[in-house]
């Protein structure tokens, strides 16, 4: 039928960008490998990856540096780029609102919190020196407005808006706690709290990455697999209602999803920000709003995008500047120029 | 028959106005007791000896010098006034700038650091204090203000020109002000990070907004914008009220909706960059006072206009008293306890309001 | 396809919206309900499609409480065309209405619904909007996009909230003739909001004149819409007309009509340039 064919046609385009962003990642992944202050050229970072699956390693010097050091940061790059940004796709999609990101819902003030809590400690109980205490602490903390909102669900029927300004209200007043820490705290303390969220993907090793992987593949399969009653939430709660979603159960269980995979990566990297906002934004621009290609577009996109910027981060010195800041540097501008061009085929009004 | 009808319609329409000018001057009152009981907080006088001296001092009577009593009136002029005035002004412009913004964007969540200003005046004054400036001198003090401004305006610049080209619609300026704040705020995060640990809590601390380091030299630019403004303001009332209307209704009554909303970013701009290079950024205020108005006076910008100023000014200078009430437990600065105060009562106000439609 | 409304009663916490509803009605028909604004109709409906619940009462299909069918199965059978149409981001027409084959749709079976959705556009005469982005369309063409969405859901039931309050004349006939024939072509329940009283008339089988919460008549359009009924529920005068066997309402402002001609053109200078 001549329609369809339209149709076909256009969705073949939305995967050819998808399948473009996965090209990029490839080519950008062994770049990242290629960066440092030890140089190594790109063929050769290629031909030390095949020799390292193959078992025959001949440089075990620059071998240890790009799989040991370089190898875990740029995937987790992309893992966590991917993250933040399909995250943020279903917030958007759901809530319906084009400032939501993954963290609205307080999971980056949560993590935040738990984190300060940690460092504060750190100087009295040597216990919460350590890593591992500061991620776990990170990670309990970011999940309270996820379990705030479910208990109260439990008690009474709660509409979607209601569940939507509870998150955030949450986040506001962790905010506030965070801020009489920062503001009390001595200097050393402070700097400290600060830097953790800044956020860097500086401290990822082979050890770290596992459990936010799991979680992450996990969740993520799991929204993409949701992704029709997602997209149903477009149409508002009673027209959603009407064609079979229930709507304050889907956000509950979407958002909890989202809420779980965001605090999987960010208690490990810090509130690293931008890429859930503006990531799904210029997804949309290329692919539109249709959620069954709007969070694959969105999830290779963010991980491509936090895959360079963490390239760029890394050119400028060893522990360079923090990638939170590198991909706000240059997505903002990359984002409006974007705006302006596609003023007519805008995503917005 | 109808003509009684007519009448008593009237009536009724006069007797709610009167009914909220009352209320109105009620809230002026509790902002004048509040302040005066502010101004006798922590300064050891207590409250008539305080409103005393501030009487004495206004009426031109002085006092043989090194008396008790020029000892209480320099004190309380001095180190005290300032702060509680400056908490005053600053609630005002920073409620007055939120009910702008709230019926220029038709979005009650919208407030006015939403452009990015509030950003960009942090670069501009984070910038200033890793530079070595700091409050010990009056220039240097200057500088950070002068920075601050600077810095605020940038974003506002940026936003009003990218309107011209991308298109006019709230949405628009929303995303293009959260890019902005991002911008910016990373920026920050780049300066900060490169500091020494000192120097970080110093722009840490400015940045949570305070009124501690104002003194009098400080009043005059504030105070100017925030009049200024509000008589604009007040004078517009009524096409503030069309605006809350929708872009489309708003044209069909005869308002150039894109050059109000212009001139609209510009002076809030304008009024809140002349507050934060001052204070620091002091949130909550801006979104929470029009709020508390509206629910109690109703929507009419001619009454929110006075009202929220009013109770910005009254919950700011509340907020300073308990800022300085705790000075004995550390230093908390305005701007943390009116994170205390706002997360809670903006918490109250959305649960509280019966959403009639989806609010996102 | 049985719809049975037994004793519903829903209100707000103080204010009573609809007391004691009870209606039995099956498909193919089209009913349409009217009456003054803020009469209730919109809840009526809410309450069938289980956006609302009463607080007294059941609402039954083919048997079943309303309660105890599941959402999805509900929206198998009862579908809804809303008054006002979303736009929050930007979505094809084509994406729009696909949304409606949710209940339908599996993960493989795309290609059907496309079908099913170019077919319905076709039918409402909008198929070379297909791909086009649903704001930028007018709000005659939002409606319509908006009731095939509601059709692709292959209701038994159909409830609309003002289908054609956006349309021109002609598409005020057409969608609402679409609608009857669809009725009777596949035996769908039509359950239709509408202010205008001539489309209605017009083309539904039954109609039902809520006032006061209750339903105040209900039964053909010429036993509905009366003098009497239209002057106790409206408060308008008017004469009803027979128009091929359909009442057709004519409204009267007497105090008006008798006195008051239009305005020559002299008064009011609005001439042609020549």
């Keep these: 039928m001549a329609g369809k064919e339209d149709y076909y046609r256009a969705v073949r385009k939305k995967w050819l960008f998808v399948l473009l962003c996965a090209v990029m990642i490839a080519v950008a992944l062994i770049l990242a490998l290629s960066i440092g202050m030890y140089e190594i050229g790109f063929a050769d970072c290629y031909r030390i990856l095949i020799e390292h699956i193959t078992g025959n390693i001949t440089d075990p010097y620059a071998d240890d540096i790009v799989i040991n050091t370089r190898l875990p940061i740029a995937l987790f790059a992309i893992i966590v780029g991917a993250v933040l940004a399909l995250g943020g796709a279903v917030m958007q999609t759901m809530l319906r609102n084009p400032l939501a990101d993954p963290y609205t819902m307080g999971v980056s003030s949560g993590a935040l919190l738990g984190a300060s809590i940690a460092i504060v400690l750190s100087s009295t109980l040597p216990l919460f020196n350590e890593q591992w205490v500061r991620i776990v602490m990170a990670f309990g903390f970011s999940l309270i407005p996820a379990m705030v909102i479910l208990l109260f669900s439990f008690k009474r029927r709660v509409t979607s808006t209601k569940i939507i300004l509870i998150g955030i209200a949450m986040m506001y007043i962790f905010s506030a706690i965070v801020q009489l820490i920062m503001i009390t705290a001595s200097e050393e303390t402070l700097a400290e709290i600060y830097s953790w969220r800044v956020g860097t993907l500086a401290l990822t090793t082979w050890e770290t990455i596992p459990i936010p992987l799991a979680i992450s593949i996990v969740c993520g399969a799991v929204l993409m697999f949701h992704y ?89 010195g060893e522990y360079g500047l923090p990638v939170g800041v590198i991909s706000a540097i240059i997505g903002c501008p990359l984002f409006i120029f974007i705006l302006i061009r596609m003023r007519r085929k805008s995503a917005w009004r | 028959m109808a003509d009684v009808e007519i009448r008593m319609g009237k009536e009724e329409y006069k007797s709610t106005l009167s009914r909220k000018i009352t209320f109105l001057l009620i809230c002026l009152g509790v902002l004048i007791v509040t302040t005066l009981i502010s101004c006798s907080v922590g300064t050891g006088y207590e409250f008539t000896k305080t409103a005393q001296v501030i009487w004495d001092h206004l009426t031109g009577v002085t006092y043989p010098i090194r008396s008790p009593d020029w000892w209480a009136d320099y004190y309380i002029f ?169 872009e489309k209704s708003a044209k069909s009554l005869g308002l150039d909706v894109v050059q109000f909303r212009m001139l609209c970013i510009i002076l809030t701009s304008v009024l809140i960059a002349s507050i934060i290079s001052f204070t620091g950024i002091i949130g909550f205020i801006g979104l929470v006072a029009p709020h508390m108005t509206r629910y109690l006076v109703g929507g009419d910008n001619k009454f929110v206009i006075p009202g929220s100023i009013i109770m910005g000014s009254t919950v700011l200078v509340v907020a300073d008293l308990i800022s300085r009430s705790l000075m004995s437990f550390g230093n908390i600065p305005l701007g943390v306890v009116m994170s205390f105060i706002g997360a809670p009562v903006f918490l109250y106000l959305i649960v509280r309001r019966k959403s009639q439609k989806d609010v996102f | 396809m049985r719809l049975i409304i037994d004793g519903i009663e829903f209100g707000y916490s103080s204010t009573p919206v609809l007391k004691d509803i009870t209606l039995d009605a099956n498909g193919p028909q089209l009913l349409s309900i009217i009456g003054p604004n803020g009469v209730g109709k919109s809840t009526l409906i809410h309450c069938i499609n289980r956006i609302l619940s009463p607080n007294k009462g059941t609402v039954l299909i083919d048997g079943d409480k309303v309660n105890d069918i599941s959402l999805k199965d509900l929206a198998k059978k009862v579908g809804y065309v809303p008054y006002s149409a979303n736009d929050t981001f930007p979505l094809s027409v084509v994406d729009t209405v696909l949304m409606g084959r949710h209940p339908h749709a599996t993960y493989k079976s795309l290609d059907k619904d496309l079908d099913i959705v170019y077919d319905t556009l076709r039918l409402l005469d909008i198929e070379d909007l297909a791909m086009r ?116 309402l004519i409204m009267l402002d007497e105090e008006f009509d008798s006195t008051n001609k239009p305005l020559s053109p002299d008064t009011y200078a609005v001439k042609e340039k020549r």
């Excluded at chain 1, 690293?272 to 709003?289: D, K, M, Q, T, Y």
């Excluded at chain 1, 959620?291 to 963490?310: E, I, Q, Y």
């Excluded at chain 3, 202010?195 to 004149?209: G, P």
Aim: charged share 10%; hydrophobic share 50%.
């Design chain 1, 228 to 316: 029709r009653r997602i997209n149903v939430m477009m149409a508002g709660t009673k027209s959603a209602h009407s064609m079979g979603v229930d709507p304050e159960r889907t956000i509950l269980v979407e958002i909890t999803i989202v809420s779980l995979m965001t605090a999987a990566v960010v208690c490990f990297t810090g509130t690293i920000g931008f890429v859930g906002l503006v990531g799904p934004h210029i997804a949309r621009l290329f692919v539109g709003s249709d959620t069954k290609h709007l969070l694959p577009a969105a999830a290779v996109f963010g991980g491509l995008f936090l895959l360079l910027a963490n390239c760029l981060a890394r050119v400028s």
């Design chain 2, 78 to 246: 001095n180190n005290v006034m300032p702060g509680v005035i400056m908490a005053l002004i600053a609630g005002a412009g920073l409620a007055l700038a939120g009910t702008v913004m709230q019926s220029m964007m038709e979005n009650p969540l919208a407030d006015a650091y939403t452009t990015g200003i509030s950003s960009g005046a942090c670069l501009g004054a984070v910038v200033a204090i890793i530079m070595g400036f700091s409050y010990s001198t009056v220039i240097s003090g200057a500088g950070i203000v002068i920075n601050a401004f600077i810095g605020s305006m940038i974003p506002a610049i940026i936003v009003i020109l990218m309107v011209r080209y991308v298109g006019n619609s709230p949405s628009t300026i929303i995303l293009i002000g959260t890019a902005l704040t991002f911008f910016f705020n990373s920026m920050v995060t780049l300066v900060m990070i490169t500091a020494s640990a000192e120097s970080l809590q110093d722009a840490y601390i400015w940045q949570v907004g305070s009124v501690t380091n104002a003194s009098w030299s400080d009043m005059p630019l504030m105070l100017v914008m925030t009049l200024a403004s509000a008589v604009l303001v007040q004078l517009s009332a009524a096409k503030l009220n069309i605006m809350s209307l929708g």
């Design chain 3, 133 to 248: 982005n649903f704001d930028e369309l007018s709000a005659g063409q939002h409606q319509k996009v908006m009731l095939a969405r509601g059709l692709v859901q292959e209701p038994e039931i159909l409830l609309l909230d003002e289908p054609t309050s956006n349309l021109d004349i002609k598409h005020q006939m057409e969608v609402t003739r679409i609608l009857r024939d669809l009725s009777l072509e596949k035996g769908i329940l039509v359950i239709m909001i509408s202010h205008d009283l001539n489309i209605a008339s017009k083309y539904s089988d039954t109609m039902m004149m809520l006032f006061g919460g209750s339903i105040f008549a209900i039964g053909t359009p010429s036993e509905v819409i009366t003098k009497e009924n239209i002057k106790a529920v409206y408060d308008v005068e008017s004469d009803v007309i027979d128009v091929h066997g359909r009442p057709h």
